[in-house]
Every structure is written in C-alpha cells, then in structure tokens.
C-alpha cells in the first residue's frame, strides 16, 4: 500500500501545478510549457477538460500526462462549482467517473471533495485504496475564512472519514484570518501526529500561507505555470526558491553546509549560487588560508610543504565552524584527516560534489593555482589521484551530486532538494 509519507515530509512543502485545459492539445500544450518549470506533483484539473465525463478519455490523458512526467506525483482532481470549480456535476456522476479513473488508470492521487457526504466519499475513498492511490480529502471556502476550530474541526473529520490528507482552502477578510488559518493547521499537527494536512489562505491577503505553510504543518503548497487555478497563487518557480531558502535556512540554522569533492568539481561556484539564491554566508576555505597565511596556496605548498598546508587546513576548519550556518567550500584534501572529518560530521552536512576525471582536466587544465597537479596535468593523472581519494570521499559524504554535464542552477536546487531529507 502506498504510504503518505512516500510523497509528504512533515517540515518541508511539496509544489504542485495545476494543468488545465478544454481540449487535449490544450491539455499537453500546456503541459510542455510546465516541463520547463519547476514542480513535484502535477494536479490534473480534470474539470477544464471538455469531455472529462467520458471516463474512457480521461483515462487515456491520464496515461499520456504520467509517461511524460514520470516519477513526479500526477494528483487527479474534478473541481465541481460548488467548490469553485469548471463543472456542474451530480455525486452519482461524479462518484461514476472517479470510479473509473482509479480502477483504470495510474494516478498517485486523487482529490475528493469533503461536502459530497459520507456516503459517496466512502465509497471512492475504498475504491482508491484498493487501487493503491492516496486520497486527498479537500474543502474550499471563497467567502471567508471559519473560526480556527471549524478549520481543525474540518480537517479533522476528514482524516476521520479515511482521507490521507486533508485539505482546506479558505478566502480571508484580513491578516487575522490568515492567523486563524495558521493557528488550526499548527493545533492539529501538534495534537494528531500521524495526520497531514494542506491548507491555504487564498487572494493577495493569503499569499504568505502559501510560502510558509510548512512551518505550520501543511505539507503542500500550489504554484502557477500560465495558468492560475485559484486566488493568489505564485509562480511556481519564484515559489521554489523562496520555499527552498526558508526551509534550508531553518534547516541548517544549527549547521552547516560543507561543500566536499577533488579539485574542479565546481565546489567553489556551486557555494556561490547557493548564497545568491539563500542568502546565507559563504565561505571559501582555500581563499580563507589564503588570507590567514598572506600567500597563495601555491606558495605555502614550495615554502613550507603539504604537512604545513594540511595542519593549517586544520586550524582554520576549526575556527570557521565555530559559526553555524554557514555555507563552505572545503579544500580538496579536507577530508583526508580523521581529526578533519569527525569535526565536520559535528559541525554540518557534507555535500559531495563529483566529475569524471576529463570533466576536472576541462575545467582546471588552465589553472595555476593547483599545487599537486604541478607538472602532471593530465586526465591519467587527476584519475589516478581522484581514485585514490574516491572511497574516502564516498565514505564521509551525507549527500552525493554528480556535477558533469549540469549546470550550476540545477546542481543547486538538486542540494536544496536533498538537504534536510
């Protein structure tokens, strides 16, 4: 049986997109440009679709969408008006069709509306499970927002009905609304543990839910691609970056990032985009000695040797991570040291970088500045050097990101995906 906690993480908050559209053109046309964006789960709003009560369609659409999307979650959903949605549905219809998609089709999810009544939820509810869906249980409010024990009352009834995550969407009046909204997600969490919850405060008042949400409890969020399916919703690129950065910075407020891998592995522009994109400080440990020292690394290898250099290696590791939450970008030897490694696994999360040998050669084949590749600049020997240091760093590392072929942007939001899971 497919599990919540397959798709949800308590603390973090998952994006879904809406795909829309009257025609099946529309429908992929749409669904191309979304590939281009950022998303984990795709909610089909099947009630767009012209023809979505011909189940046998739908069911093929359904098929089209998951091929193309792959192991990201496809979320099933027809939105009656009555929620807000395209279609004007009866619960024996609407009960018909869901049938059908979920013993036919190969959705992750499907969204059931809350006020169909028990009846008719729980028959859908079994039908899902026995098909090995997740049902998300959803209610909408587009006038106001209930007192913060309606909410929780809400929410609550629908995890008692069988929902594996219980949904409500609500339209404020003012700010204090939005903290009801927040108050009922956060009571809940505290008071049921194995429940899970989504809920949003809709319109420009409401925006900020869907940014930080998951400090409450709610576990997924909505962004735009084009097409807005309901009030307030942000674009879901923009969304990505303010939720990765306010999730990493309460994540590793008592930590460190500490960036990991043999020379040329892009540590030191990797550490970059991640301030520019967090915010948070960055620092480089070889330009760090390099200041200490008053020499260049270069310098202090002819004058003093590899022991001086890796003793002030040392030191200096030490006294950077004395701060937390810091992003750094270590020396390429750092981990070397026992003494080295057990700081940083104290101190941080080690985040290994790694390329193929002639991916290093191309990207330091110019450089002066690599002390041991002096006289032996060559891919046959960064392999033979890489692979000496390969089991160490595989051993140490918290998190592994190949950099070859990547660009820079997507090798950081592949580390903001993977820290804090």
């Not at 909610?43 to 093929?60: F, G, N, T």
């Not at 030490?318 to 390429?332: F, H, T």
């Not at 160490?392 to 998190?399: E, F, M, P, T």
Request: with cysteine; glycine share 6%; net charge negative.
């Amino acid at each position: 049986m497919r599990k919540v906690e397959d798709y949800f993480k308590k603390g973090k908050s998952k994006i879904c997109v809406p795909l829309m559209g009257r025609t099946e053109d529309e429908i992929f046309e749409n669904l191309s440009n979304i590939q281009k964006h950022y998303f984990d789960i795709i909610e089909w709003r099947a009630d767009y679709y012209k023809e979505v009560l011909i189940a046998k369609k739908s069911i093929e659409i359904i098929k089209k969408i998951k091929n193309i999307i792959g192991n990201r979650g496809l979320l099933f959903t027809i939105r009656t008006s009555f929620e807000g949605g395209e279609i004007e549905i009866s619960k024996e219809k609407y009960k018909e069709v869901l049938t059908a998609v979920l013993e036919n089709s190969n959705i992750d999810m499907v969204d059931i509306e809350f006020m169909m009544g028990k009846e008719t939820i729980s028959d859908i509810i079994h039908k899902a499970h026995n098909n090995n869906i997740l049902v998300i249980g959803s209610n909408h409010d587009f006038v106001e927002t209930p007192e913060a024990d309606e909410i929780y009352n809400r929410l609550l009834e629908m995890k008692k009905a069988g929902m594996d995550i219980s949904k409500i969407a609500v339209m404020p009046k003012s700010k204090s609304d939005v903290v009801k909204l927040f108050e009922a997600t956060a009571k809940i969490n505290e008071d049921v543990k194995d429940i899970y919850t989504i809920t949003m405060s809709m319109g420009n008042t409401g925006e900020i839910s869907r940014v930080i949400g998951s400090y409450f409890g709610s576990v997924m969020t909505f962004g735009a691609v084009g097409n807005v399916s309901a009030p307030g919703q942000i674009e879901a690129d923009k969304l990505y970056d303010i939720i990765k950065k306010i999730e990493m910075e309460s994540h590793i407020m008592n930590e460190n990032i500490l960036l990991i891998g043999f020379m040329g592995t892009g540590k030191t522009s990797v550490s970059r985009e991640l301030k520019k994109i967090t915010n948070l400080p960055e620092i480089d440990m070889d330009k760090y000695i390099v200041d200490r020292e008053k020499m260049s690394i270069a310098e202090i290898f002819d004058k003093f040797g590899e022991d001086y250099f890796r003793k002030v290696e040392t030191e200096c590791l030490k006294e950077i991570l004395k701060n937390k939450g810091l992003i750094v970008s270590c020396g390429g030897g750092v981990v070397v040291k026992d003494e080295n490694v057990s700081y940083m696994k104290n101190r941080g999360k080690i985040v290994l970088l790694t390329a193929t040998p002639e991916t290093v050669y191309e990207r330091v084949k110019h450089s002066t500045e690599r002390p041991i590749l002096n006289n032996n600049m060559n891919v046959e020997f960064i392999g033979e050097l890489m692979e000496k240091r390969r089991e160490r760093y595989l051993s140490v590392a918290d998190i592994i990101i190949k950099t070859d072929n990547k660009s820079i942007e997507d090798i950081v939001k592949e580390i903001l995906d993977k820290i804090g899971e």
